[in-house]
């Protein structure tokens, strides 16, 4: 059965221990990775980032105030593929989940050359923040702007059970920022970027609306055309796409 990644409730996830094969291991990324500032989370209220760009950014003593509509970023989401395809397919999904990253390794790499790349699919990449560390990721893949989102993101999937480490942001930090690396960003650029509190603020809240509009509750989630359907396998996803083509 195809699973997926929960909204975290506000608290501290049990107490975990070593994974038995690759699937609970994905599982137990998600779980690890909330237990770092969730119950900040859940009783203040409020999304901490550091200002200082020798930390790790993560939980500070000031919380980052809901986003004023007038001075917050905009937030527009990514695509690929032909805007005018027949069929509009939405990813919701987040960094941190072991679903997300099983669905980029199992499925999306196949729904791009058979569907995105052909013209079939314009997609649409929904991010999704229930975590600090979801955060960090999302700012680091947004640093380097459209051109290098998609390589960012493809990566932070890929190396998802290296860069997070739930008992050490520092060192979590410091991964994502290996990460950015190799994709070409300056330190100088990173750090400006991880530091942007503002930008920070308005992806949660942006985040928050999205997910609530459409109803997802569970990550990865796919709207297509409109229509909200959980986690799937490939097979299923192309017999949904075939028939809508065939239509």
Known sequence: MTRGCAQPLPRLAKTSYPARNARESRSMIRILSLSLGL?????????????????APGLSLTPVPAAHAETAPQIESFTLGDPDAPI????????????????????????????????????????????????????LARCGGEMRFFGI???????????????????TAENLRQIGRAAGLGNDQMEACLSDAA??????????????????????????DGQLYKNMRYRDLKKILDDKLAG
């Not at 119950?39 to 930390?55: C, D, K, M, R, Y």
């Not at 999904?93 to 199992?106: I, K, L, P, Q, R």
């Not at 993101?153 to 060192?171: A, E, F, G, H, L």
């Open 199 to 224: 930008l920070a603020a308005a992806l949660r809240d942006h985040s928050a609306e999205m997910t609530n509009k459409a109803g997802v509750s569970a990550t990865p989630s796919l709207v297509i």
């Open 153 to 171: 993101v493809s990566t932070i999937y890929q190396k998802q059970r290296d860069w997070i480490d739930p008992n050490n942001p520092q060192k």
């Open 39 to 55: 119950v900040a989370l859940a009783a203040l209220g409020g999304l901490w980032l550091t200002s200082a760009p020798s930390q």
């Open 88 to 139: 509009r397919l939405e990813e919701y999904a987040s960094f941190t989940c072991g679903h997300c990253g099983a669905f980029h390794d199992e499925v999306f790499k196949q729904l791009k050359a058979e569907y995105i790349d052909t013209g079939k699919v314009h997609f649409t990449y929904r991010e999704v923040y229930w975590d600090p560390y979801a955060i960090w990721a999302g700012l």
